[in-house]
């Protein structure tokens, strides 16, 4: 006998037990996939499995959207995801309007990313996502907030990010642009939302643990939905192995960071304060009687809708505004120069800019794409039939490459497209045209908030810097090459060079 009390042949027994049991385990998990596997050897599939898209396409979105402009309806079906994909925009509409009890975000979406966004807005349906809208839609649309907001964003603009940039045109270095718009994102949505502040533009350009945390989170979600079957992820997750290991210590610390910083708001107090955490807190009364759980769902919520979209759509503006130098001094113009202030009011009146930015994100919109899943069997104004629990994807950065949407020259970046009201004024199309901020119940309520924010950034850089994109991402009118997450980002990020624009 060892230390453990055990006979020798005892331990080597439990040993060969423990062994048999997991060999048998794995057994059942190939077996479970031989049965539920969804093969299928279509030249779609097998392109999907085998990664054979790549050798003719820089992304996968560019795939899908080559698929769709070939297909008569513009919809197709990736067999081995169990997907219905399209960039129809009356299958949009039906989708996200008419029939949008009949396609809600599902239990098998909310599985993917329920580690990570728990029962936030973005991950639930029916009561919950009906309460959680209207809480959201009334603070948003609050004039107190509105202008608390923008506030920030002006300070923020100013008194951080121009200094970045200023020192970076001043030392002659490349910067990674990508990575100071991330920064200020999320220094930015931290003050509208938690009134902290976590100071990732500062000189020393420290690094958030809540920002790298979060980053890993989402990228390792967006992998699972990649994956051909949830069997994969789910086994890897059960045995605490891979990337599944890898995503529970980032969520681990993103619910510490989390808890941390609804602790650090109540201690601050949140009675008087005019961000949104401590207006949801203030909203059900005794903030004792809040759910810690219910709150850290909503930081991460604010974080995702804040932070990735708003830094996602000013690194594809500048690089877009680095080819077209022409459209960076049609917006200097129309802007002005320094001697006109840049107020809310003043944004509002940027119809070239809103033009500019609205001409970016159809091109290389933040969400490339969503997902719903049919609840019961359906079938779309194009004549696809959905059968029950399929998923249904639409896809809005395929839909900024079809023709049949955009015209011959949708491949090119041209913000006169949207100058079609009285005297060159703005007009946005439909949104199911432009699912770019989703449509119907479920469009974004900080559309504006957003739109806003980067009107503030484009016009201040603009103002004051021409940038130029070094290397690769500057070349040529191709897509820049991106990672796979939750929001659109650069591979390698947007190195730039910055010069002082000439007055």
């Known amino acids: 006998m060892d230390a453990t009390g055990l006979p020798w042949a005892a331990q080597c027994a439990g040993m060969a037990f423990s062994a048999f049991s997991f060999c048998l385990v794995a057994l059942a998990v190939v077996l479970l996939l ?3 596997w969804p093969w299928c050897s279509c030249h779609v599939c097998r392109a999907y499995l085998t990664g054979s898209w790549a050798r003719d396409f820089t992304n996968l979105g560019d795939w899908y959207a080559h698929l769709l402009r070939e297909s008569p309806t513009g919809t197709v079906h990736v067999h081995v995801l169990g997907c219905t994909v399209t960039a129809n925009p009356a299958n949009v509409e039906y989708m996200l309007k008419t029939n949008f009890d009949n396609f809600p975000k599902g239990k098998t979406f909310a599985a993917l990313l329920g580690d990570l966004l728990g029962g936030g807005i973005f991950n639930v349906d029916g009561d919950a996502w009906r309460h959680q ?47 100071v718009f991330r920064r200020f994102a999320f220094d930015t949505i931290c003050k509208i939302s938690f009134g902290l502040d976590p100071g990732c533009l500062e000189r020393e350009m420290p690094m958030s ?14 992998m699972r939905g990649a994956a051909a079957s949830p069997l994969l992820w789910r086994m890897k997750r059960l045995l605490n192995i891979g990337s599944e290991r890898e995503l529970k210590k980032a969520i681990k610390l993103v619910d510490e960071l989390a808890a941390a910083m609804i602790r650090e708001r109540r201690k601050l107090g949140f009675t008087n304060s005019h961000d949104l955490l401590s207006r949801f807190m203030a909203s059900a009364g005794d903030s ?12 991460v919520s604010f974080l995702l809708a804040g932070r990735d979209t708003v830094s996602s759509a000013l690194t594809t503006l500048c690089m877009l505004l680095s080819k077209n130098p022409d459209v960076a001094a049609a917006m200097r113009a129309e802007a002005g120069d320094d001697s006109t202030p840049v107020t809310y009011e003043h944004l509002k009146g940027l119809h070239y800019t809103h033009a500019v930015l609205y001409e970016n994100m159809r091109m290389f919109p933040p969400v490339q794409f969503d997902s719903k899943f049919c609840a019961a069997a359906d079938v779309l104004p194009d004549g696809t039939y959905v059968s029950s629990g399929a998923r ?29 009201g009285a005297g060159g004024s703005f007009v946005p199309e439909s949104l199911y045209k432009y699912p770019v901020f989703q449509a119907g119940l479920r469009v974004c309520l900080g559309k504006k908030l957003a739109i806003t924010e980067m009107k503030a950034v484009s016009v201040a850089v603009v103002r004051a810097f021409d940038v130029e994109v070094v290397g690769e991402s500057g070349s040529g009118a191709c897509a820049p090459k991106f990672v796979s997450g939750l929001t659109a980002s650069i591979s390698g990020g947007l190195p730039v060079s910055i010069r002082r624009a000439r007055k």
């Open 133 to 179: 809208s209207k809480m959201a839609s009334l603070e948003l649309g609050s004039v107190a907030v509105r202008s608390y907001a923008y506030k920030i964003i002006a300070q923020e603009v100013e008194a951080c990010l121009m200094h970045v940039l200023a020192d970076a045109a001043d030392r002659g270095a490349v910067v990674d642009l990508q990575d």
């Open 288 to 299: 004792h009687a809040v759910d810690d759980k219910y709150l850290r769902d909503i930081v």
């Open 392 to 420: 249904v994807m639409y896809h809005p950065y395929a839909m900024g490459r079809m023709p049949r949407i955009w015209g011959a020259d949708h491949g090119e970046f041209r913000p006169d497209r949207w100058l079609t």
């Open 209 to 222: 643990k809540l920002a790298d945390a979060f980053d890993t989170a989402t990228r390792l979600c967006a």
């Open 34 to 36: 031989v049965r539920r």
